[in-house]
């Protein structure tokens, strides 16, 4: 629900394919494989049929929830920043490759291009590479990797926690609000995560 208004609200594909991927996570969570399977082939129908129109309205006025067709082609100016930012990243030196430009300097960093608007760098993989550099980058990955690796994962409190995580990173993908810079997501997921913490613990002491 929280994804569909932010979809609406923002008009953001990037949140309507994260509700979706949430959707097909969860499904899996509870083990209805059938369910899963048509669900994930009408994902893809929708997907085709929404591409087919792109590629069949390129050039044109046609829009979509208020963007138009060339906008969205191009990812809404995101494909060439991904560019900049990985071609930035390339141009640093050793250590600067390491270690990354300092929090919050991507702007800077993508000034020097010739973009249509360099705001940020909407991925939060890149951002976390370009501005906190190979380990960044990496701490980043353990961070989104780690919570499907836990041993806690038939809590159904936990299940919740990775349902919400994965609409955080999948919506990272293509922003830069989870986990680039401060955000409400990470606020929500900060606190969802202590929430968690605080009821495995009571749990665990009373079956002591």
């Known amino acids: 629900v929280f994804l569909v208004f932010l979809g609406i609200y923002f008009q953001s594909f990037s949140a309507f394919l994260s509700y979706f991927i949430c959707v097909v996570f969860y499904i899996f969570l509870k083990k209805r494989y059938v369910l899963i399977s048509i669900f994930t082939s009408l994902l893809v129908l929708l997907s085709l049929s929404f591409i087919r129109f792109l590629l069949n309205n390129e050039g044109t006025n046609a829009s979509?929830?208020?963007?138009?067709?060339?906008?969205?082609?191009?990812?809404?100016?995101?494909?060439?920043?991904?560019?900049?930012?990985?071609?930035?990243?390339?141009?640093?030196?050793?250590?600067?490759?390491?270690?990354?430009?300092?929090?919050?300097?991507?702007?800077?960093?993508?000034?020097?291009?010739?973009?249509?608007?360099?705001?940020?760098?909407?991925?939060?993989?890149?951002?976390?590479?370009?501005?906190?550099?190979?380990?960044?980058?990496?701490?980043?990955?353990?961070?989104?990797?780690?919570?499907?690796?836990?041993?806690n994962k038939k809590s159904s409190l936990y299940n919740n926690f990775l349902i919400f995580h994965t609409m955080c990173v999948t919506y990272g993908f293509t922003s830069s609000y989870y986990l680039g810079r401060p955000s409400y997501l990470l606020l929500l997921s900060l606190l969802f995560s202590f929430v968690f913490l605080g009821s495995n613990k009571l749990l665990n002491k009373n079956q002591c």
């Open 64 to 151: 979509i929830a208020g963007k138009s067709v060339n906008s969205i082609l191009i990812g809404s100016g995101r494909f060439s920043v991904y560019e900049k930012a990985i071609e930035a990243y390339s141009e640093l030196g050793y250590i600067l490759k390491i270690i990354g430009i300092g929090f919050m300097t991507e702007r800077s960093a993508l000034q020097k291009y010739d973009l249509a608007w360099s705001i940020d760098v909407h991925s939060s993989f890149l951002l976390s590479l370009l501005t906190g550099g190979a380990g960044g980058g990496l701490l980043y990955l353990i961070f989104i990797t780690l919570p499907y690796l836990s041993k």
